[in-house]
T-cell receptor
């Protein structure tokens, strides 16, 4: 079946550190891939997306590349800020559904 | 730009009561979803709809019902509320699997 596995948190980093949050998926067909972010007390909002192999999604300094050969969509940022503290969700879309990972909580300390 | 609007934002229910969470979107999206998010957990799909008149079960449909009589509206009905249904509920919509847009959430407590 379809599923997604995300790196477990919580993750705590110092400001300006490098961030990687791993995401791998199992899906039939050719899914579109998304990263969503949830700030405290809010709903989820789109961070970035990629719709075909080798596409790189990017936004607010975050990047993720669609790797079909490894079925992965790892999220990276070169220098995190305190304002990046949030929960991050990886979500492939296939078969009329979004499959959300369990979320990875990130806390960035000054 | 209203986007996805869900009401109420907060509600306390007694065990056995029923209620409806309302959801409406003004983006003419064909896909709509209801998710629940338990504290510290990810999202679980309750029901979804790919168009008016069509609904399908998600991962955790038991204890809930939905209807989709119009493109805009996708209400979620809780029958005989139970403590296990204490959660945050998110309605969402998308167009043909493109970016999914979420409502602000409805915090439900069953006591």
């Amino acid at each position: 079946g379809n599923s997604v596995t995300q790196m477990e948190g919580p993750v705590t980093l110092s400001e300006e550190a490098f961030l990687t949050i791993n995401c791998t998926y199992t899906a039939t067909g050719y899914p579109s891939l998304f990263w969503y972010v949830q700030y405290p007390g809010e709903g989820l909002q789109l961070l970035l997306k990629a719709t075909k192999a080798d596409d790189k999604g990017s936004n607010k300094g975050f990047e993720a590349t669609y790797r079909k050969e490894t079925t992965s969509f790892h999220l990276e940022k070169g220098s995190v800020q305190v304002s990046d503290s949030a929960v991050y969700f990886c979500a492939p879309f296939t078969g009329n559904q979004f499959y959300f990972g369990t979320g990875t909580s990130l806390t960035v300390i000054p | 730009n209203a986007g996805v609007t869900q009401t109420p934002k907060f509600r306390i229910l007694k065990i056995g009561q029923s209620m409806t969470l309302q959801c409406t979107q003004d983006m003419n999206h064909n896909y709509m979803y209801w998710y629940r998010q338990d504290p510290g957990m990810g999202l679980k799909l309750i029901y979804y709809s790919v168009g008016a008149g069509i609904t399908d079960k998600g991962e955790v449909p038991n204890g809930y019902n939905v209807s989709r009589s119009t493109t805009e509206d996708f209400p979620l009905r809780l029958e005989l509320a139970a403590p296990s249904q204490t959660s945050v509920y998110f309605c969402a919509s998308s167009y043909l699997g493109n970016t999914i847009y979420f409502g602000e959430g409805s915090w439900l407590t069953v006591v």
